[in-house]
């Protein structure tokens, strides 16, 4: 069984920066593909970032690219995403998400909120 537990979120400014962390429980970490994904009040769950197993592989939703950057730290087993610059549609509860193959894992979701 693989637990995720993500932590980092608050209340920011527009324009400023916080650093969101996953961390997981379970050997499989280091193999497995991690995900970031948002929900808003009123709005269904959207992609945000993965990484692969190679941390040279990351890919970016458009709304936040430029903005956010994905890493992870396998000796750690953890996630980090960086989230600069940062908007008021960007206020959403924060998912992380671990896939190996023929299952999945979510967190427990950490809430951030921009103000304008």
């Known amino acids: 069984q693989v637990q995720l537990v993500e932590s980092g979120g608050g209340l920011v400014q527009a324009g400023g920066s916080l650093r969101l962390s996953c961390a997981a429980s379970?050997?499989?970490?280091?193999?497995?593909?991690i995900s970031w994904y948002r929900q808003a009040p009123g709005k269904q769950r959207e992609w945000v970032a993965t990484i692969r197993r190679s941390s040279s592989f990351t890919s970016y939703a458009d709304s936040v690219k430029g903005r956010f950057t994905i890493s992870r730290d396998n000796a750690k087993n953890t996630v980090y995403l960086q989230m600069n610059s940062l908007k008021f549609e960007d206020t959403a509860v924060y998912y992380c998400?671990?896939?190996?193959?023929?299952?999945?894992?979510w967190g427990q979701g950490t809430q951030v909120t921009v103000s304008s």
């Open positions: 998400h671990l896939q190996i193959p023929l299952s999945d894992y």
């Open positions: 379970g050997s499989i970490f280091s193999l497995s593909v």
